[in-house]
């Protein structure tokens, strides 16, 4: 889900605008988007000796409906950036429907709950200890300068009239990316069929304590609902469902969860992010590399975007410093396989007949279902 979503659009932009176009000097790598995948290509760059600044045009700490699971491969990746987040530790995954249970507990490490709020400021604190910089605008247009795969640059235009010049950018600005747009990697999305199938994510948190090590997942009609424990005295609620879906009517639909939270106070607002389908027709176009949800995403229903959003940002920098930004659109394939192939499936079949089988058929199985959680979380 976006770490620059269509709500920002037009937020946070710079009030001393001036009258006439200015340039700053040249940075190694250009980040566009500070949610927690541009600031880690930002902290990547400088643990490889490149000058990195990120735009973003909010201020403060950002926000963002997600499940807020953090994978072990994710808490691994985090840890090898310096960056260690306060949250609660989750041992496994477990599906529910009903009485129906299938529940893993991953093989070695675990993983944590983790307040986007609490994972934004721990990667924040980082760059900025690192030396990343940050510039408070929007960027509206995108030139590049082809001397060769070493000698080009990138330019930012931003909506105060400034020019940001880079050597390279990393389009980290989420499911709704604008540089994804500008440089022409958007996929022109398919005709509206009669039944929209893309879907949508809510999230809300309550105060209650955590009444298990695991990530629920629950399975109602038409939605999944997602309980993660972030505290000692917190869990976040994040809905999966179509256009339209209610985070009320889909927490009334299980009523097990229901009669848990009920008469918890809220601990924060209702807050929605989609739809989650991104396509694109690419990864990168010339000097611009896309990571994160800005470089294609298919559905968080299995719940490791930000693993994948690590790995993305870590592999992009490396083909840079590497000399070989050619090579990233295979490096994104490769780290993305697994989850491509298992989500799209996934999804397929939570839109599906087979909707009410998929709890069954892992309780059936618990070393496939097991599997699977596994390649997942690594």
């Given at each position: 889900m976006s770490a620059a979503g269509?709500?920002?659009?037009?937020?946070?932009?710079?009030?001393?605008?001036?009258?006439?176009?200015?340039?700053?000097?040249?940075?190694?790598?250009?980040?566009?988007?500070?949610?927690?995948?541009?600031?880690?290509?930002?902290?990547?760059?400088?643990?490889?000796?490149?000058?990195?600044?990120v735009i973003e045009p909010r201020t403060g700490?950002?926000?963002?409906?997600?499940?807020?699971?953090?994978?072990?491969?994710?808490?691994?990746?985090?840890?090898?950036?310096?960056?260690?987040?306060?949250?609660?530790?989750?041992?496994?995954?477990?599906?529910?429907?009903?009485?129906?249970?299938?529940?893993?507990?991953f093989a070695s490490d675990a993983a944590l709950g983790v307040r986007r709020t609490e994972l934004h400021r721990a990667l924040t604190d980082r760059a900025l200890e690192l030396g990343v910089e940050f510039d408070h605008g929007k960027v509206e247009a995108i030139?590049?300068?082809?001397?060769?795969?070493q000698g080009g640059a990138v330019s930012a235009h931003l909506a105060d009239g400034r020019t940001i010049e880079g050597r390279w950018m990393?389009?980290?600005?989420?499911?709704?990316?604008?540089?994804?747009?500008?440089?022409?990697?958007?996929?022109?999305?398919?005709?509206?069929?009669?039944?929209?199938?893309?879907?949508?994510?809510?999230?809300?948190?309550?105060?209650?304590?955590?009444?298990?090590?695991?990530?629920?997942?629950?399975?109602?009609?038409?939605?999944?609902?997602?309980?993660?424990?972030v505290s000692d005295a917190e869990v976040g609620v994040a809905v999966l469902g179509p256009r339209g879906t209610s985070f009320e009517e889909a927490l009334a639909s299980v009523p097990a969860l229901a009669e848990r939270l009920r008469g918890a106070t809220p601990a924060s607002s209702v807050r929605g992010a989609g739809p989650l389908l991104q396509n694109t027709t690419g990864q990168r176009a010339g000097r611009v590399l896309l990571v994160g949800d800005a470089a294609g995403y298919v559905d968080a229903i299995t719940g490791e975007g930000i693993r994948l959003g690590l790995a993305e940002a870590r592999a992009a920098i490396e083909c840079i410093v590497a000399g070989k930004p050619e090579r990233y659109e295979r490096e994104w394939r490769r780290v993305t396989r697994d989850f491509r192939m298992l989500t799209t499936g996934l999804v397929a079949a939570a839109n599906s007949p087979l909707r009410r089988a998929i709890v069954p058929f892992a309780a059936r199985l618990p070393g496939v279902y097991g599997r699977v959680v596994e390649s997942l979380a690594r």
């Open positions: 269509d709500d920002a659009v037009a937020a946070g932009v710079a009030d001393d605008a001036v009258a006439e176009p200015s340039v700053s000097p040249v940075v190694d790598v250009i980040v566009v988007g500070g949610g927690p995948i541009g600031l880690a290509a930002a902290i990547n760059a400088r643990m490889h000796g490149l000058t990195a600044l700490t950002i926000d963002k409906a997600c499940g807020e699971g953090v994978m072990p491969g994710a808490v691994t990746e985090l840890a090898a950036l310096g960056v260690h987040p306060r949250g609660r530790r989750i041992a496994g995954i477990s599906y529910q429907d009903g009485t129906l249970i299938a529940e893993h507990r030139e590049q300068h082809d001397d060769g795969e990393l389009g980290c600005d989420g499911l709704h990316s604008t540089v994804r747009e500008l440089v022409g990697l958007a996929a022109r999305p398919r005709r509206v069929r009669r039944h929209d199938s893309r879907r949508f994510g809510i999230r809300q948190h309550f105060e209650v304590a955590p009444w298990t090590d695991l990530v629920e997942v629950h399975w109602a009609p038409t939605a999944e609902l997602y309980v993660t424990p």
